[in-house]
């Protein structure tokens, strides 16, 4: 797995003091599990196997439960250098057959006027959130502690998204002698997922290469079915740099000339996903960015064939906060960044969809991803 800890041994210390204030203020200790959470606040990176990993965060305190086995994860982590920065994590490392819950229970006790409810990451698998429940402990979502952490970007965040959308833009411009009839969905994925490791990302998080009638669906991946004269092809892309950042971006292609029908719907998508992105700037709230685009697809009469949110925010996951759909009224700010992909799908036939990620500035937005947003024919 790649290793996030690209940044200096300050930044990972700022984050963690923020944490703790944000913590403080919602009189919740944090308990947090490997997984996007503690690879963002102390670098680690690391997996949730059966032996518990925890960063332990009480008003007062940092704390680190670690496998002796697995300490060297550290070593490539911020953890050795927080000290310089003037947060002291105390390191407390168990063996087999030591009980390592008693060890998180040891930590959130020497406050023991704080609540006893904690939150986690919610990534934390069921076999470490069970024995803590098991010790008397509530819990709650980490998330919600920790969202406007997470959600706005500090500017080396910013500038690994910049690079993650410059690397998956020029994936985009090899499409062409990619995507050809004749080949299979999964053939023209592996030279993509291929491309996309050669142009700067450590692996190929996701690769969707929808043809034909394949692109009205959304979530598909790939299959075996040939590449016909005539299709047209989403293709959907993306993956992390070695700093743990994402890219992911989508374009749509067409195999020979399309039916002028296709070309005048897919004009209003691309109005549409142009109306969203000239929506965003700070204090719009992310339900009116997702109603940009959609109102203007649903005037077009393509309301009904645009199924899912407008965009999610993007980062050291994939998919994370703010998430650009109806009923979220969070007004965005400087530094949040997200996608903007509404798409049409048209059930049997065929579908399409314009993807960017965009990072709020003081004045608009900056889309990290510039290729034409055109139907491309191949």
């Not at 890219?247 to 996903?273: F, H, K, M, N, W």
Request: hydrophobic letters at 45%; a negative charge.
């Amino acid at each position: 797995m790649s290793n996030p800890h690209t940044f200096p041994a300050q930044v990972y210390a700022t984050r963690l003091r923020k944490a703790q204030q944000l913590a403080t203020a919602a009189g919740t200790p944090l308990v947090i599990t490997p997984g996007p959470d503690l690879a963002y606040l102390t670098g680690i990176v690391s997996e949730s196997f059966e032996r518990l990993t925890a960063l332990v965060v009480t008003d007062s305190a940092f704390g680190l439960v670690v496998p002796r086995l697995e300490l060297a994860i550290l070593n490539d982590s911020a953890v050795p250098g927080l000290g310089a920065d003037g947060v002291e994590l105390a390191v407390l490392d168990w063996v087999d057959g030591d009980d390592p819950y008693a060890l998180v229970l040891e930590l959130l006790a020497r406050r023991p006027e704080l609540s006893r409810v904690v939150a986690v990451a919610d990534a934390v698998p069921a076999l470490h959130l069970v024995p803590l429940l098991d010790r008397g402990l509530g819990v709650r979502l980490a998330t919600d502690v920790l969202r406007r952490l997470r959600m706005v970007k500090d500017a080396a965040e910013l500038d690994e998204l910049r690079a993650a959308g410059a690397a998956i833009d020029r994936v985009h411009a090899r499409v062409p002698e990619i995507l050809r009839v004749g080949r299979t969905e999964r053939e023209v994925a592996d030279d993509i997922a291929a491309a996309i490791v050669e142009e700067g990302h450590t692996e190929a998080a996701f690769v969707i290469v929808g043809s034909g009638p394949h692109g009205a669906d959304p979530h598909h991946e790939v299959s075996d079915r040939v590449i016909e004269a005539g299709d047209v092809v989403v293709v959907d892309i993306g993956g992390p740099l070695a700093s743990g950042y994402n890219s992911d971006c989508t374009r749509t292609y067409a195999l020979g000339e399309p039916a002028p029908e296709i070309v005048e719907q897919y004009a209003v998508l691309e109005r549409a996903q142009r109306a969203s992105v000239d929506a965003v700037r700070p204090g719009v709230t992310a339900e009116a960015i997702d109603a940009a685009g959609r109102d203007l697809l649903t005037a077009a009469g393509l309301g009904e064939f645009f199924l899912h949110r407008t965009g999610h925010g993007i980062g050291l996951s994939v998919h994370e906060e703010p998430y650009i759909v109806a009923g979220n009224d969070i007004p965005v700010e400087p530094g949040m960044a997200f996608s903007i992909e509404p798409g049409i799908y048209f059930r049997g036939r065929w579908g399409a969809r314009i993807e960017d990620i965009v990072i709020v500035t003081e004045e608009g937005c900056e889309p990290v991803n510039t290729r034409s947003h055109g139907l491309t024919i191949l």
